[in-house]
């Protein structure tokens, strides 16, 4: 049962057969439970049984808010952290509030208690917490209250979208983009989309060693009529939590799109993917401006030469002009080092093109090479090199965490938990 305050009114179960039809989605969402009792930890997971939470990758640990936030020190936050707590009323407030300082600023947090108190409650909420559920509850009153969170009505929209874009062909836009994105997946454990836009020669596919039969091209004939349950079906699975919509990479028929031509489709997975990545075609026109108007994070990637130095400052310039008041185009300088070229160095690249350097990643034919011609990620080739540890950074940064220093916790937590930033 959940609790019931004049405000908040708790929502009624829903029949069996509401569910069955029409029931929204959640979305492929991370969810980590911490339970103080076995029977709580049963309930959460009988709640993957749901159809609606068919998507989401859920665990179940021990340990309550204190197992949370030992936890959280030293790992990343999921995009739902549920706790089951046994502490009086008067507590509960500073053991979620320990629980903020170790908590991303996008990370919500649902509570189970044992105490039914209005005060309480409305206390908990003012403070950012999702919801506050009164135990014994049904899992379907979990869901629900799971659902109305990412995919109510007024949900917002959860995905982040990071476009990747070569200052020059061929500087690594592509290769960077996908290992970034495999690095955000198994250093995050969530779900990314990798959109292939280079749909004549893009090289998702083949890079991650797949050859599916449906990718990006057929959502955008389908044109108006793409939606979440088309999309589901197109998108190819390449590893744990990483997901394509590839390129067909063909050359049977040539691609005009109109401006606004990707819009609806990457609107559809923000509101079903947590980072959406987009590698990005070395193309200027109309829907590759429109677009890098419009995502969240736009990285460019450039070889330290002149020709790139020139149009890496050129596509700074038209970021800002498009995009005001959002933030800035971010760097990544690669294959930095090869033998007898002549390099601009790092620092003086960035400050002249004034944006912000996320990364750098070394020149080493052999280790591309090899990973490129196994549709292998770089980590899967070797996992132990340095340029993973680049690769994390960067997928951090433009992810808007912070880089954890060694095994613990950012040094400074610059950003406040949304929900204690509620509160400020
Ligand atoms: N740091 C690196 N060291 C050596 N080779 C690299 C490095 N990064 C990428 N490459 C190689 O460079 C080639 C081009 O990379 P990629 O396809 O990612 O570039 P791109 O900028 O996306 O190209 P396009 O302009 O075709 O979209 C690939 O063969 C890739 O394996
Ligand atoms: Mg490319």
Redesign the pocket.
């Known amino acids: 049962m959940s609790f019931l305050t004049p405000d908040q009114p708790s929502k009624p179960e829903e029949p069996a057969a509401e569910i069955a039809s029409g029931a929204r989605l959640v979305p492929r969402i991370t969810i980590q439970a911490f339970c103080e009792h076995s029977q709580t930890a049963q309930l959460v997971e009988s709640a993957v049984y749901d159809r609606r939470m068919s998507k989401v990758a859920l665990t179940t640990h021990n340990g309550g808010i204190d197992g949370a936030v030992e936890t959280y020190k030293s790992n990343p936050t999921p995009n739902l952290i549920i706790v089951e707590t046994t502490l009086p009323p008067e507590a509960i407030p500073g053991a979620l509030e320990r629980l903020a300082e170790v908590c991303d600023a996008s990370t919500r947090v649902i509570v189970l208690g044992h105490v039914n108190d209005v005060l309480l409650y409305r206390d908990l909420i003012r403070s950012g917490i999702s919801e506050y559920i009164v135990l014994p509850a049904t899992a379907q009153l979990i869901v629900t209250a799971i659902t109305e969170l990412f995919a109510g009505e007024g949900a917002a929209p959860i995905g982040r979208t990071i476009g990747f874009v070569?200052a020059k062909?061929?500087?690594?836009?592509?290769?960077?983009a996908h290992n970034v994105a495999w690095a955000i997946a198994t250093s995050l454990r969530q779900d990314c989309l990798i959109l292939d836009m280079?749909l004549a020669?893009g090289?998702v596919g083949l890079n991650f060693n797949q050859d599916p039969p449906h990718g990006l091209a057929d959502a955008l004939l389908a044109n108006q009529k793409v939606d979440q349950t088309m999309l589901d079906r197109l998108m190819s699975k390449a590893a744990n939590h990483v997901n394509l919509l590839t390129a067909p990479a063909t050359l049977d028929r040539t691609w005009d799109f109109e401006e606004r031509e990707f819009e609806q489709i990457i609107e559809i997975c923000q509101r079903s993917v947590p980072v959406i990545i987009l590698?990005i075609?070395?193309v200027w026109n109309a829907w590759v401006r429109h677009t890098l108007a419009t995502i969240d994070e736009v990285v460019i990637?450039a070889e330290p030469d002149l020709a790139n130095l020139r149009n890496a400052k050129n596509l700074s310039d038209a970021v800002k002009a498009l995009r005001p008041t959002e933030k800035a185009a971010s760097l990544v300088i690669?294959?930095q080092g090869m033998p007898k070229r002549p390099e601009i160095a790092s620092g003086e690249f960035a400050s002249s093109i004034e944006a912000q350097l996320i990364g750098q990643?070394?020149?080493?034919?052999q280790?591309?090479?090899t990973?490129?011609n196994n549709g292998q990620m770089i980590a899967e080739v070797a996992a132990n090199h340095k340029i993973n540890d680049a690769y994390r950074s960067i997928g951090m940064s433009v992810t808007g965490r912070q880089e954890m220093h060694g095994a613990g916790k950012p040094a400074s937590l610059l950003k406040l938990p949304s929900f204690l930033k509620k509160r400020a």
């Open positions: 070569s062909g061929g500087a690594g836009g592509s290769t960077l280079d020669f090289t590698d075609p070395h990637v690669n294959k990643i070394g020149f080493d034919p280790l591309f090479g990973a490129a």
